[in-house]
């Protein structure tokens, strides 16, 4: 039975039988969000990982401003516009060398549909019988059917099951057995002859924020090099400075054959996504046969509002100061996570770039673990918006975070593992 005065809306990720209250936000600056009771929020976690800047960016929020008075929506079939044109020539430049076009979307999820259909459309235009697609355990790549197919199998798709596609999986390069995950992928390629191998660069996050060294990225882009097997990279979650560089692949110095973006794309302000390919990718769809055509399309396709904001990130990434900052906040978040290293309570504790993540010792660990939403309402309760996946606990700040909320965000963890334990 559900209370009749509840609000009509269906919240993702949210089981409104146990967390029926939503706090209520009514604006957003820098780090903080702000709410309609009067606190002040500390954006641990970047809203979902998308906000990069801070909420509400003064040079992202004007040109937003400007464009939605000049024109806000065009179809992008037979059309285009200025927003759309700049932001694809900047990313060009910014983005690992080699990456010749650019395609929008509106969200990651829609992103990697984009890839795996780009990927698949490549090998069936130049008339090669290639559709098997290799994944790494514990990935996520979205929640529409083919992102989920390529995504790690578990309780967000049990029930979908049947609809998803088979692929081959092979194991995540833990730490002391990274070979077997090369051993897997350099036979998957061999045996199977995919069409394309598609992984997050450096750091899965869904699955768990689980990191791996760049040379196990740059043999993985070799081995299938090797075999012609396209390279994925869905850097969705890693792109726009999280790991420490604007792109994870810069650090393993890798030219991934496709390459999703989304999240910070915008700087986190509106829904776009991009995915970028190689020439070869758009010359097998290239012809006067309209067969070869590449069919995917969405209404609001580089909705030019939303390619405002993302030209203005791309402006705040040209300015040095950006990248000193991304480099600050991974120098603080290193001394903040330090102490956590020797703390008994904690495994795993680890950073890459500015993201850190450590797990509770508990003995249900998993997404689903009794403490995740345990540890959720305590840090509500502080002011603090984290948002543990299962025991692990992770802070991904907007870079415009400061020493003391990071100080206020490692004392609420450490005071949680006090009220906890
Ligand atoms: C968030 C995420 C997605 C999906 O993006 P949406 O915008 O939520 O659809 C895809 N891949 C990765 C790695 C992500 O972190």
Not at 216 to 231: G, H, Q, W, Y
Request: net charge neutral; aromatic share 10%; proline share 5%.
């Amino acid at each position: 039975m559900t209370p009749k005065t509840r609000s009509p809306i269906w919240h993702p990720f949210t089981q409104h039988a146990l967390h029926d209250e939503m706090t209520r936000v009514v604006r957003g600056d820098g780090a903080y969000l702000h709410t309609a009771d009067g606190r002040r929020i500390v954006d641990s976690i970047s809203s979902w990982w998308v906000v990069t800047h801070g909420h509400c960016h003064p040079h992202i929020v004007s040109a937003i401003q400007n464009q939605a008075g000049k024109l806000n929506q065009i179809i992008f079939a037979g059309y285009t516009h200025d927003p759309a044109e700049e932001v694809a020539a900047l990313l060009l430049k910014v983005a690992p060398p080699g990456l010749d076009y650019v395609f929008f979307s509106d969200s990651g999820s829609a992103s990697v549909e984009v890839a795996l259909k780009m990927a698949l459309g490549y090998w069936h235009n130049i008339g090669k019988q290639r559709i098997r697609l290799v994944v790494m355990q514990h990935s996520y790549h979205g929640d529409t059917v083919g992102a989920m197919s390529v995504g790690a199998r578990g309780v967000f798709n049990a029930a979908y099951g049947s609809l998803l596609f088979d692929v081959t999986s092979i194991p995540f390069p833990t730490r002391g057995h990274e070979q077997a995950t090369l051993d897997a992928l350099e036979s998957a390629c061999r045996n199977e002859i995919p069409a394309a191998f598609i992984v997050e660069p450096l750091i899965l996050g869904v699955g768990g924020m689980l990191m791996y060294p760049a040379w196990v990225l740059r043999e993985m882009k070799r081995i299938c090099e090797a075999s012609d097997v396209l390279f994925i990279a869905d850097e969705v979650m890693t792109g726009w400075g999280r790991t420490g560089t604007l792109f994870a692949c810069e650090q393993a110095n890798v030219t991934p054959d496709i390459a999703c973006y989304s999240k910070g794309l915008t700087g986190g302000a509106l829904p776009l996504a991009v995915t970028l390919c190689r020439a070869d990718i758009f010359d097998a769809h290239y012809s006067k046969d309209r067969t070869r055509t590449f069919f995917h399309s969405s209404s609001y396709t580089a909705n030019p509002v939303a390619c405002a904001a993302a030209k203005a990130n791309l402006d705040l990434w040209q300015d040095p100061e950006s990248r000193q900052r991304v480099a600050s906040v991974a120098t603080m978040q290193e001394q903040a996570i330090e102490p956590f290293r020797a703390d008994p309570r904690f495994a795993n504790v680890r950073r890459t770039g500015t993201i850190t993540a450590l797990d509770l010792k508990t003995k249900d660990a998993g997404y689903l673990a009794g403490v995740g939403p345990k540890l959720q309402a305590f840090f509500k309760d502080r002011n603090l918006l984290l948002r543990p996946l299962g025991n692990t606990i992770y802070v991904m700040p907007p870079y415009c975070v400061t020493g003391a909320d990071l100080d206020e965000i490692y004392v609420g963890i450490r005071d949680a593992a006090d009220a906890l334990a």
